[in-house]
């Protein structure tokens, strides 16, 4: 009964995951709503677009009744902007995540002018306003969605789109060729993120980085820093004594127990 | 669609979400933390779980009632609505499974004080104290009872030693912060502290991390 998976989300964890990401599609048959357990769906009416989460947009599309409109950021001029981004303007850093939109409730029925949108996405959140949502409940992979960014599930949903959806998206054969190029980039860049990792500074920040990139070397990178702190923990604990002794006020909290504790772990994994 | 619809409409302000979909995303959020952490976490304390089976049982009586009526028409709605129910169901049952992973892991841990007890929904806390029970009958019955009295116990913790074993909460994890915050990490060289702005990700121990989430300043990722 007991879950047998691993410590973090696996990559068919994630893919679920993406699959709640709302898109915008066209109906080519009128529906009407439907109560579903999460809220009730948009009545359909062509042509008027509608926001879905994909997997009800990925079934829409297989029994033909709908077509979905990419995200912005998966036009290919897009693309090559991120890529340029990622290899000339920032070759070290991941290129930056989406903005944060003010209205964040992902479920609005009816479209919003392109402008307005554009307009929305620009603003900065205003204070007091609830800032617990977060992928995949942003509508950041709607049609307007701003382009020139790559949302947390860009790699699953990029992929999922080109495999059920292929003549939905412009210039597939191109993007698919940008996407293979981008991936290699970022793969780099996260390979190269386990130098920081080794060093042991305690905090490693990876702005922009995706989902699915994140769930393929999830198991390595916790390893490496898991390992760093086993192989570590005596000097560590040396260090906090001393700085707790010369009057250091933050090593205190933690030094004694813990770190016995994780030596006799060690034996056991 | 009455005036309040209207009015939340076109205030961007109001997080005007209905129920259910507030309710997918908190399920969404406690599965992903569940399954990223390396030590169980409070049973939500809002009635999320008991409320979302409660919908997905009345879910299954309206599929049960459209099964019924063979209107070519409702056929599709059905065939989507079953696709949901299977996804909010995998959700429940994958949250559940991982937290009784680690209540079979550390089962004598999580019983030990009350605090950690307080963390259990009471059908786990049953669960967790009859499995246990049934563990040391059946160690007592095949090897414990030759022993003598001193070294029958599971959970000795004399001699500075427990034999009690503990989750590792200096395990590494992914957290994403919801907001701009100062995020401060302890490290083998040195300790780390960084001014961290909304949306990035960053690895640290699972011990620096727990303020975070707790505040919501963070989500586990």
Known sequence: MALPLPQGLVPTEVAFLCEMEMVTIVPRQRLESIPLLSGDTPALRPPHRAQMPLWLALLLKKQRRANIVPPAWLHPASLADIIHHETNVDPQAFSPPPPPPTRADGRTGRAKPLQENIRRTREQPKPGEDPRLAPPFLPSCTAESPAGYLPYHWLELAETLLAHAADDVPAASEVRALLRDLQEVRAAKMRGSTASLEGGGGVVVLRGVGAMELAESRAFVLGVVDGVRKLGASAETTRRDEEANGGGGYGGRNAGGGFEDSDDEMDFD | ?221
């Open chain 2, 1 to 221: 669609m009455d005036i309040d619809d209207i009015l939340r409409e076109v205030d961007p302000s109001s997080s005007g979400l209905p129920a259910e979909t507030r309710d997918l995303q908190s399920l969404t959020r406690v599965w992903v933390a569940e399954r990223s952490t390396p030590e169980l976490l409070s049973w939500p304390t809002d009635g999320l779980v008991e409320r979302v089976n409660g919908r997905i049982a009345s879910q299954i009586e309206r599929v049960e009632a459209l099964t019924g009526d063979m209107d070519p028409r409702s056929n599709f709605a059905l065939i989507v609505i079953q696709t949901e129910l299977e996804r909010y169901k995998f959700l429940v049952r994958s949250y559940l499974r991982a937290r009784l992973a680690k209540v079979d892991r550390h089962a004598l841990h999580y019983l030990s004080t009350p605090d950690l007890r307080a963390r259990l929904s009471g059908t786990e806390l049953a669960y967790a104290t009859r499995h246990q029970a049934l563990l040391h009958n059946h160690y007592l019955a095949s090897f414990l009872g030759s022993f003598g009295p001193t070294l029958q116990n599971l959970n000795d913790t004399s001699g500075n030693i427990t034999m009690i074993d503990t989750p590792d909460l200096e395990n590494a994890v992914f957290i994403r912060l919801l907001r701009d915050a100062r995020v401060q990490g302890k490290g083998v060289d040195a300790d780390g502290d960084v001014e961290g702005r909304t949306g990035d990700i960053i690895i640290l121990r699972w011990s620096d991390a727990k303020p975070l989430v707790d505040t919501e300043t963070a989500e586990l990722v």
